[in-house]
């Protein structure tokens, strides 16, 4: 929005010009979404507490958590709130990427709003029933999927870019579709099963989603894509916004969130904010270092997947509780310890994912 502003501007003065940078654009993505959550982060908590929309606690959790019972939640609507404005202002309001991420975003928060309400409000303890949500999952992300499919402008927008190769590339043809779709909404519940310790699912969000800004970047420019030898897409680089604008929201979503939290994430900021991650990387053809970059998600999910199976098939479980950071707390570990290691090992799963521009 302020992008034509801006532009209109600068023919009365040349220093408006500054504007038309997309790094320029980023960074004030950045300190936009930031200054918005904590702006309205004391507010929003405070109406909450309000209206007692409080944290439910799961009677066979660890005991350390009996302690959380009402800690305000939905507090994710803070951090949809923040990527919006912060987007819609400093992003190029005419680039097809941009709604796409943006549109499914707001929809994934839609989805995990309604479950929140029906569980925090309604005190109704089933939420949306299961099959309603990866309903309404699946519509919206077979519909993103299409839509990447149809609007394709470059024949290695459907490709699945392998990485650590040189020039290995699998094209997918119309399977891309249900790749997509099963990155979305995979993505998407990978951060839902994570966000279950103060802090744990949003700092890595943060990183991964600020990662995935640089590969936007790097894919969206012509001389860079040439130098690294990935597929350049055009448009694709006014992706680095959005992606600037999730890693503002999500520090400034964090400030109250850090252990001790004061407010909780809920459905609605955590199915949103992984499905915005899956949406990038299907845009820059990133899913397989989405993969490496979100290993603390991929070994969240994996972990729920095993006990369940192993408990139906024989009764027994594999780990004390899942999620996996359950487990770690039922061993006795501190929440915090929990949380602090888990960050670190994102900053490294993150940086050989982004080694992964250099290495082949």
């Avoid at 024989?314 to 780990?319: D, H, L, W």
Wanted: charged share 10%; glycine share 10%; hydrophobic share 55%.
């Amino acid at each position: 929005m302020l992008l034509y502003l801006t532009d209109w501007l600068a023919q009365y003065h040349s220093a408006f010009n500054v504007f038309q940078y997309l790094t320029m654009r980023t960074i004030l993505g950045v300190l936009t979404a930031l200054l918005i959550s904590l702006l309205v982060g004391p507010v929003m908590i405070r109406r909450l507490s309000h209206h007692q929309i409080g944290q439910t606690v799961r009677d066979d959790g660890p005991e350390s958590h009996f302690s959380k019972a009402g800690t305000p939640t939905m507090g994710g609507a803070l951090i949809l709130v923040a990527i919006t404005i912060a987007t819609l202002l400093w992003a190029d309001l005419g680039n097809r990427y941009v709604w796409i991420v943006l549109i499914v975003t707001l929809l994934f928060g839609i989805i995990g709003l309604v479950d929140d309400y029906k569980k925090l409000v309604k005190r109704d303890p089933r939420g949306l029933i299961a099959r309603w949500k990866y309903f309404w999952q699946t519509l919206v992300g077979l519909a993103v999927a299409v839509t990447f499919y149809v609007t394709a402008n470059a024949p290695e927008a459907t490709e699945l870019l392998v990485p650590y190769t040189k020039n290995l590339a699998i094209d997918l043809g119309p399977w891309f579709i249900l790749f997509a779709y099963l990155v979305i909404v995979g993505s998407s519940n990978a951060v839902n099963l994570t966000d279950g310790l103060d802090g744990l699912a949003i700092l890595p969000t943060v990183m991964v989603g600020g990662a995935l800004g640089i590969f936007a970047y790097l894919t969206g420019h012509v001389d860079f894509a040439g130098y690294l030898k990935i597929p350049y897409l055009p448009g694709v680089g006014e992706l680095v916004v959005f992606c600037a604008a999730l890693v503002g929201a999500g520090l400034g979503f964090l400030w109250f969130n850090a252990y001790p939290a004061q407010v909780f994430m809920g459905d609605v900021g955590a199915l949103a904010l992984g499905a915005a991650l899956g949406a990038v990387a299907v845009a820059v053809r990133q899913e397989m270092v989405l993969f490496i970059m979100g290993g603390v998600f991929v070994m969240e999910t994996v972990s729920v997947v095993l006990q369940v199976s192993s408990f139906k098939l024989t009764g027994r479980r594999i780990f004390r509780m899942a999620p996996l950071h359950h487990h770690f707390e039922l061993k006795g570990w501190p929440e915090p310890r929990v949380i602090v290691r888990f960050w670190i090992i994102t900053v490294v799963l993150v940086l050989i994912g982004l080694a992964s521009l250099k290495i082949r």
